[in-house]
C-alpha cells in the first residue's frame, strides 16, 4: 500500500544552518504531496504543498520538489532560525483511492539552536 | 476564533472510563477525521466521515467508535479506555470538489491529549 518515509529524528542545527528533511513515497498513480508543521502545544499546519511531477512547493523559506523519478519530496530551508523548532511531517494523498485521506510519515523533530 | 475546535484539550482518565472527545467545526467542509498521534509513530487516521451519513473506519480503528452528529460536528468516543491508547489526538477536516478533483489538504485542530491510568 500506499507509504512516506521521513528521515530519522531528531535534527539539532545552528541557527542560519542549512536544512535538509529526506522524504521518500510509495504510491500507486500520481499522489499530491505535503509538508506539514506541528509547533509546540499545537495542530498540524500546512506548509506547502505539490500536486504533479516537478512541481515545487514554497513557504516561509522553505522548499520541497516533487521528484517523481525518485518518489522523493526533500523539505529544504536555506537559513533556519530558532522559531523552525518544530515537527514536521511529510504526507501524501492517497493517489490511488481517491478518497481524501492523507498518509503520513512519522515525523521529524527539528531543534534550531541560537 | 479558531476553525477547528477540539474538547477537552488534556483529559486523564481511568482504565475502563467512557470517554468522548468532541470536534467543531466552522470551515463549512463536508469531511471530517480523527488521527492518534504516537512519537515516532506520526499520525494514524483512526475514523473518517465524508458527509453525516458517511462513516468509514481507518487503519486503527479497534477500541474506537464515532459519531457524525452535523456537519459541523465529529464526536471519538473510547468505549473502555485502556493505557495504551494514551495518546495526542486530532480531528481535522478537508474539503471535496468532486470526484476526481480531490482537495487532500486537511485542517488540523489543537489535539486533546489524553491520559489513560
Known amino acids: 500500500g500506499d507509504s512516506v518515509t521521513q528521515m530519522e529524528g531528531p535534527v539539532t542545527l545552528s541557527e542560519e544552518a542549512f536544512l535538509t528533511i529526506n522524504c521518500t513515497y510509495t504510491?500507486?498513480?500520481?499522489?499530491?504531496l505535503f509538508w506539514y508543521v506541528q509547533y509546540p502545544g499545537e495542530g498540524l499546519q500546512l506548509l506547502l504543498k505539490?500536486?504533479?511531477?516537478?512541481d515545487k512547493g514554497s513557504n516561509k523559506g522553505f522548499e520541497a520538489t516533487y521528484r517523481k523519478e525518485t518518489t522523493s519530496f526533500h523539505l529544504e530551508k536555506g537559513s533556519v532560525q530558532v522559531s523552525d523548532s518544530a515537527v514536521y511531517f511529510c504526507?501524501?494523498?492517497?493517489?490511488?483511492?481517491?478518497?481524501?485521506?492523507?498518509?503520513f510519515g512519522q515525523g521529524t523533530t527539528l531543534q534550531v539552536k541560537p | 476564533d479558531a476553525d477547528v475546535t477540539q474538547t477537552p484539550r488534556n483529559r486523564i482518565t481511568k482504565t475502563g472510563k467512557r470517554i468522548m472527545l468532541e470536534c467543531s467545526q466552522t470551515k463549512g467542509h463536508d469531511r471530517m477525521y480523527w488521527y492518534r498521534q504516537d512519537p515516532g509513530l506520526g499520525l494514524r487516521l483512526i475514523y473518517y466521515?465524508?458527509?453525516?451519513?458517511?462513516?468509514n473506519k481507518g487503519e486503527i480503528s479497534d477500541g474506537y467508535s464515532v459519531s457524525r452528529q452535523a456537519q459541523a460536528k465529529f464526536s471519538l468516543s473510547l468505549e473502555s479506555a485502556i493505557p495504551n491508547q494514551t495518546a495526542l489526538y486530532f480531528c481535522a477536516t478537508s474539503d471535496f470538489e468532486g470526484p476526481g478533483r480531490e482537495r487532500y489538504e486537511q485542517f488540523f485542530g489543537p489535539g486533546t491529549r489524553l491520559t489513560v491510568l
Open positions: 504510491a500507486t498513480g500520481y499522489p499530491s
Open positions: 466521515s465524508f458527509d453525516v451519513k458517511d462513516i
Open positions: 505539490a500536486t504533479k511531477a516537478d
Open positions: 504526507a501524501l494523498g492517497a493517489g490511488s483511492s481517491n478518497t481524501g485521506k492523507l498518509i
